[in-house]
C-alpha cells in the first residue's frame, strides 16, 4: 500500500526523522491559509499522488505548463498556484499519459539547499536482509541512475537479526562526500529511517531527495513510502490513510474477491492459478508477439464465485482483446474453474476470444464442463498451445 508524501512525512516526523514544516490543502483557500502558518519568505506548492517525477510532469490541460512542484513567494501566489493543480490531471514518467488527478496539494516551507542525495531503505531479498541506498545523485530517478551510472549508487545491508549500527551509516557517509558535522546529522537521520521501516512494516521508504542544508543539516525535501500489504492487519491506523482514489479500481475490486491482480499496459488478460505459473504465462504471451493485460492469481483454493469475480475484472479492461485461462489444478480443481469460467462468460457477454487450458484435479470434468457451454472457447492442450492459440485468436478477430 502506498501512502501519500504529507502523510509519509507526519510518520517520518514521529520516528524523529527531520522534515520541513508543511500543512496540507484540499481547496486554494486553504492552501493560502497553509502558507500563511509557515516560516516565509518562499513556500513550495506540491501536487499530491501516488506517483514520482511530480516537478518534471506536466498537467494534462497545459502540456507545456509548469509542473506538480511549484515556488510561491507569498500566501497569495500559493493559493494561485494551489488552483492551477487542483482537479487537474497531473501527467509524470510514472503516471503514463493518462495521469492522475489531482485532489490535495502539500504547502511546505522553503529550504536552504546546499547539496541533493538521494536515500533509501528496502528489503533485499537475495541477501535476506534490509539495504540501505544512498547515492549523491539526489533528485533523479533511481533506475536512471543505476542504468547509466551503476557505480554512484551505494549500498549496505543490514542483518535484521543485530540491527542497524551507526557504521553503516559511517560507511555510506564517506562515500557521499559528507562533512564531518553533516556526518553526524545523516546517521541519526539514517538510523531513525531505519526505525520506521522495521516498526512500520515497509516494503520501502525512499528519500529523494535528501538534502544538506547550509547549516549543515540534513532534512528530508521528498519522502515515499510503500508498506507490506500482508502485515497491514497488524496497522489498523496505516490502513486508514489509503486513497482509493489513487488505486486502480480493478485491483481495488479483486483485493475485495481476494484475488492477487496487477494491472498493465497489454491486451491479453490472463486468469492463472499461482504466481509462478502466472509470470510463465506472461513470459510465454510475451515469446508469442503480444503482451499481457494483467497479472492475476486467483489462487490454490478458489471458489466458483471468485473465479467468476475473476473473469469479470479481465473483461472490466477495455484493452483486453483476448483471454488466456491457464490453469493446474493440485488444489484448485479444474471443474470448478470451469464452472467459473462458463458462468462469467455467460454474465457478461464474451465478445472477445477465449482460450482455456487446463491440467490436473478434475481435467476430464472441467474440459467437459468448457464443451458443452455451447460458449466459443477455444481449448489447448499446452501452455505453448495456449499462448499461440489466443495471440492468433487475437489477430484473426483484429
Not at 93 to 117: F, M, N, S, W
Not at 125 to 133: E, F, K, N
Not at 343 to 369: C, D, F, H, W, Y
Request: charged share 25%.
Amino acid at each position: 500500500m502506498n501512502i501519500h508524501e504529507y502523510q509519509a512525512k507526519e510518520l517520518l516526523r514521529h520516528y524523529g526523522v527531520a522534515v520541513l514544516a508543511g500543512h496540507v490543502a484540499w481547496t486554494a483557500e486553504e492552501a493560502e491559509a497553509a502558507a500563511a502558518k509557515l516560516s516565509g519568505p518562499v513556500y513550495v506548492v506540491k501536487a499530491q499522488i501516488h506517483a514520482g517525477g511530480r516537478g518534471a510532469g506536466h498537467f494534462a490541460d497545459d502540456p507545456a505548463g509548469k509542473g506538480g512542484v511549484r515556488l510561491a513567494r507569498s500566501p497569495e501566489e500559493a493559493r494561485k498556484i494551489a488552483g492551477q493543480m487542483l482537479g487537474h490531471t497531473l501527467v509524470t514518467k510514472q503516471t503514463g499519459p493518462a495521469g492522475r488527478k489531482v485532489h490535495r496539494v502539500y504547502i511546505e516551507q522553503g529550504c536552504d539547499i546546499a547539496r541533493e542525495l538521494y536515500l533509501s531503505f528496502l528489503v533485499d531479498r537475495d541477501s535476506g536482509r534490509v539495504a540501505m541506498m544512498a547515492s549523491r545523485e539526489g533528485g533523479m530517478e533511481i533506475e536512471e541512475v543505476a542504468a547509466h551510472h551503476p557505480e554512484k549508487i551505494l549500498t549496505v545491508t543490514i542483518d535484521p537479526a543485530s540491527g542497524f549500527s551507526s557504521f553503516h551509516a559511517r560507511k555510506l557517509a564517506y562515500g557521499l562526500g559528507l562533512a564531518a558535522k553533516e556526518i553526524g546529522a545523516f546517521g541519526r537521520f539514517a538510523q531513525a529511517l531505519y526505525r520506521a521501516f522495521v516498526e512500520l512494516d515497509c516494503g520501502i521508504i525512499e528519500i529523494n531527495p535528501l538534502v544538506v542544508t547550509g547549516g549543515g543539516e540534513v532534512v528530508a525535501l521528498d519522502a515515499k513510502i510503500s508498506f507490506d500489504d500482508n502485515a497491514l492487519f497488524r496497522h489498523p491506523d496505516l490502513e486508514k490513510l489509503r486513497d482509493e482514489d489513487e488505486e486502480d479500481p480493478k485491483e481495488r475490486e479483486a483485493a475485495r474477491h481476494s484475488l492477487n491482480y496487477v494491472a498493465l499496459d497489454g491486451t491479453i488478460g490472463c486468469m492463472v492459478n499461482g504466481a509462478g505459473l502466472a509470470m510463465a504465462t506472461m513470459d510465454i504471451i510475451k515469446l508469442y508477439g503480444a503482451a499481457p493485460a494483467n497479472f492475476l492469481d486467483v489462487g490454490g483454493g478458489a471458489t466458483k464465485e471468485r473465479v467468476t469475480a475473476a473473469f469479470k475484472i479481465i473483461l472490466s479492461d477495455p484493452h483486453v482483446e483476448g483471454i488466456l485461462v491457464n490453469i493446474f489444478g493440485g488444489i484448485m480443481r479444474c471443474d470448478v474453474i470451469a464452472e467459473g469460467v462458463v458462468a462469467a462468460a455467460r454474465e457478461v457477454a464474451l465478445s472477445v476470444p477465449l482460450v482455456v487450458r487446463l491440467e490436473g484435479t478434475n481435467v476430464q470434468l472441467g474440459k467437459e464442463i468448457l464443451a458443452k457451454s455451447g460458449l466459443p472457447i477455444i481449448a489447448a492442450d499446452n501452455l505453448a498451445d495456449a499462448a499461440e492459440k489466443v495471440v492468433n485468436a487475437v489477430k484473426e478477430a483484429a
